[in-house]
């Protein structure tokens, strides 16, 4: 409770401080619309402010501001950025060669922020108070132009948080961003940083984290206190609600002997009420236990005194009106049990004397669904059987028919096979033969063309021996010519010898040696020529003869490939006749088959129908056990007695006090 009241009071310096700075907020950001202020910050042509046709207007609206705020604000002024000069409503100046615009946190936090805020608290050199500045940029194009601001005094500040009560000792504390204390009780802390004002560890990290810290012990200077830490995110300021630590702790202290002793006194008057409940329930729950137990060990003549109206008492209420239904839901299962033993002797007919309500009439329900459906079930079982019966005979009369006929057919066509089988054996035999011809007629078809080859072979040796024979003839007919020459040149030799005389006698000789050389070999070219031309002549009718052999030859084979080609037709037909045979033969096969298995079916047909007819008899004498509603006539008398004993009589109703207000779920 302490901490939320100093969380709560250090929130509410925060909306104080707030409030104070938002009214100059809108003062910087009226000047900023200012079209005097913005027409001398956009102003290109000037060379000084005074140069502007702007400077007399702008200098205008920072007086007319001073003098409205003149109570708070220590002074209103521009900043031209170009120009690096500062002027105050008073005319005063500040140039570039006095300061270092881009060092001053107003113009930094400016050109980063490129919105209004608010400066660390900082003495004013010509008044020695603690200001605050509250500037705001103009911007052209992105870029930064110019800066106006107010330089607010902290007086005013410092009495709203005065004003404000935390506890009775305590109070609020002012921070700014870079740390420095700008409120304070003391005035000697003020101006100081927390650093400076000896915060002990912990509370200078939360201030410089900006954690939200509520009731957080620390120490200043040695002295503990309690604080609560509220910051201001759009200014970076902070406030630190402070209670001393005895304070602090009285509070809690109070606080804690409060709610030890409204606990206690709780815990007393909650443990009298517990008391007094148990004893008012667990003397009724020891009754209602000890009726309990007889009930469980089968004991429904039980009494009990229901006094009172709690819960307790409708219980022992419910528990008499569980005893009386109990007494109802014996006579209920005696009568069903005398049932239930005989439909187990196989008698349907019955009928339950009570009025079944609850759980029960779903019983009665479903015991007369089974009396109804069981009857409905063995009637038509037995009509069934009795058909069965009837169809049983006169399928086996069908089936020993079937079967005969069967026999018979499957005799016939057993005939038909084997003669199908004979005549399938010739045919394939013919075809064998057939085929076993077209291999020998084959094999002289190839020997025919293999002869007619080799004539042909013949033929052709014959041609060149002709154009061998033609050659030699005209190698002859050099030769003659040769040996003509020679026989001239011998002459002319001899001739030319003679003319030598003496000299020439060996030359003649020699020349007359060459003249009998020339015609011996004149004389054996002439043989030579005859010979061949013989031999051309005998060559040619060799080569006629061999060319009608031939052609012979060429006819045989031709007619060869008609009376094979006629065999193969024949041996084709006889194929597809065995192939047909074969197919009908297999047909056979089958028709014999089926025939067979007929005949087998019916053979077994008339055995199962038999047989059925035996099953349809005994399940005649099963159902006759049972006896059926409004069917006692049709079935033979069963063998156990057939009456079921009377059910026993209903008790009394069960009369309920008034008070119990009882409703019958059932």
Known sequence: MVTKNLTSQAEAGTHQVNAFLKQYYGVVDTMVCSPEIAGLAADQAKTTLDSSVYFSGMLTELQRIQ????????????????????VYSDNSRITSADVDFSTREWYTRSEQEQKTTVTGAYVDTGTGEMVISVVSPIMSNSS??????????????????????????????????SGMIIYHPDSTVVGTTIEEAQYSSNMQEALS???????????????????SVAALDDIGYETLGILPAEEFESHVNDTVHTIVICFVVCAILLAIIVVLLAISIIRPLKRLDTVARQLADGELDVEYQVKGHDEVARLGQSTLRIVERLKTYIQYIDELAAVLDQIGRGNLVFELQYDYRGEFAK?????LRIQKNLSETLSSI????????????????????????ATEQASAVQELSSTVQTLNEKVTEGAQQAGQMIDQLNEVKNQMSTSNGQMQDMLAAMQDISQHSTAISKIIKTIDDIAFQTNILALNAAVEAA????????????????????????????????????SVQAVNKGESIARATADALSMVAVSSDEVVSAVERVTHD??????????????????????????????????????????????????????????????????????????PQPSAPVEYPDSMDYTDKY
């Not at 810290?213 to 120490?219: F, K, N, R």
């Not at 019983?363 to 015991?367: F, M, V």
């Not at 009509?383 to 005979?393: P, R």
């Not at 047989?611 to 399940?619: H, K, R, Y």
């Open 67 to 86: 003098q409205k705020y003149q109570d708070n604000v220590l002074g209103v002024w521009f900043a031209d950025v170009g120009l690096q000069e500062l």
């Open 499 to 534: 003319r030598a005389g003496a000299a020439g006698k060996g030359f003649a000789v020699v020349a007359d040696e060459v003249r009998n050389l020339a015609g011996k070999s004149a004389d054996a070219a002439q043989e030579t020529n005859e010979l061949i031309a013989q």
């Open 574 to 647: 006889y194929q597809d006749q065995a192939e047909h045979l074969k197919e009908v033969s297999i047909g056979v096969n089958q028709i014999s088959e089926v025939v067979q298995t007929n005949s087998a079916t019916a053979e077994e047909s008339a055995a199962a129908s038999e047989e059925l007819s035996g099953q349809a008899q005994m399940l005649k004498s099963m159902i006759s056990h049972f006896v059926l509603p409004d069917a006692e006539s049709q079935l033979p008398t069963p063998s156990f007695e057939q009456t079921i004993p009377s059910a």
């Open 209 to 227: 984290n900006r954690s939200d810290v509520q009731g957080m012990a620390y120490t200043r200077q040695g002295t503990p206190y309690y604080g």
């Open 382 to 405: 037995a009509t069934s059987a009795a058909q069965v019966n009837m169809g049983s005979d006169q399928i086996a009369s069908g089936a020993q028919a079937l079967a005969q006929g």
């Open 144 to 177: 930064m132009i110019g800066v106006v601001g107010v330089d607010v005094s902290t007086s005013q500040l410092s009495k709203i948080l005065d004003s404000i009560v935390v506890g009775e000792t305590g109070y609020i504390t002012l921070i700014d961003s």
């Open 363 to 367: 019983l009665k329900d479903a015991l």
